[in-house]
């Protein structure tokens, strides 16, 4: 079995070297998203506190809060909300 090797003109290896270069920075820039995406999911408090190294509540068995921040702010939200309609309420009928 024979190989042939065919000689590349110095734009050809240029080209090469220029393709190669930009899938390496495509790589980059998908590396840096993905970083970026674990950053995000980083910053949730579900489960924190939790002592028995559960990935999710439904593994978990000691007891730790997995509620989602929102819920807590949405909760808040909903009480000030209430609060301000309750006084418009009141406000109309007085």
């Known amino acids: 079995m024979s190989y042939r090797i065919e000689a590349a003109t110095k734009e050809e290896w240029a ?25 995000a999911t980083e910053e949730t408090d579900e489960g924190q506190g939790c002592e028995c190294g559960a990935y999710g ?24 909300l209430r609060k301000a309609l309750n006084d418009i309420i009141n406000g109309v009928q007085h």
């Open 15 to 39: 080209e090469r070297a220029l393709s190669g270069e930009k899938k390496l920075a495509d790589l980059k820039d998908s590396i840096k998203e993905l970083f970026s995406l674990l950053d």
């Open 57 to 80: 509540e439904h593994e978990c068995g000691c007891g730790a809060d997995w509620t989602p921040r929102e819920v807590y702010e949405l909760r808040d939200e909903v009480t000030v």
